[in-house]
């Protein structure tokens, strides 16, 4: 009951951490390309607190929505390719690690059971690449209009992505090599983790 107190209460931090992480970064991109596209010129100190409160009020429960979306994928995932492993020590630690997963930048990669391991990273390699083209632009659509529903979100992101379908599949294209797992591996072994970290950080913010 302690570990598993332990465990949650990580867990929820983690969760906080993320959903505050992403609506501040959101929020603050939303209001540079704003200014941007109006001529306006705003401090640094303005648009990050204008960026903050926008994203904190609106985008909360949509990166929520797309977070449990995610989490549920991963979890759907881990049980087809993993859940017929009777060891239930390795099966704990395999849950442990992918309900960490929407967070880490870490493979799920599982020894001695190689063969489930590659299945399962290159299927959730491919759902997360398609929920990530579907919810692409969908943060701006719940900026735009805090009143839509999160169907409505989807919906109307969907209509604007197929409005410029190439260069969306292109710019996610460019994304998915810059900000994975082969570049961040390159980066490690020539640089160090904490430089790959850092490196694809900034990449993900500027393909925001």
């Known amino acids: 009951m302690f570990v598993a107190g332990i465990l949650s209460a990580s ?26 596209l109006l ?21 909360t429960g949509f990166i929520l929505m797309r ?27 395999i849950f442990v690690r992918l309900k ?8 799920s990669w599982v020894r001695g059971y190689e063969k489930e391991s590659a299945g399962f990273l290159v299927s959730w390699f491919l759902f997360d690449t398609l929920l990530a083209f579907l919810f692409a632009v969908d943060a701006w659509v719940a900026i735009v209009d805090s009143r839509k529903s999160g169907r409505e979100v989807v919906k109307e992101g969907c209509h604007l992505l197929s409005t410029m379908l ?24 020539c640089f160090g ?15 925001i």
């Open 67 to 93: 977070w449990a979306v995610r989490d549920a994928l991963t979890q759907l995932l881990g049980i087809c390719f993993f859940g017929e492993i009777d060891d239930h020590y390795l099966f704990f630690k």
């Open 100 to 107: 960490l997963m929407p967070f880490s930048i870490m493979a």
């Open 39 to 59: 001529g306006r010129y705003k401090s640094l100190t303005s648009t990050l607190w204008d960026g903050s409160n926008l994203g904190l009020t609106r985008l």
């Open 166 to 189: 190439n260069p969306a599949i292109n710019i996610k294209c460019l994304e998915g090599i810059v900000c994975g797992s082969l570049t961040r591996w390159i980066l490690s072994s």
């Open 11 to 36: 867990y929820g931090y983690v969760i906080l951490g993320f959903l505050v992480t992403y609506s501040l970064v959101l929020g603050t991109v939303f209001v540079l390309v704003l200014n941007d």
């Open 193 to 207: 983790r904490l430089f790959a970290s850092a490196f694809q950080s900034v990449m993900e913010v500027y393909f």
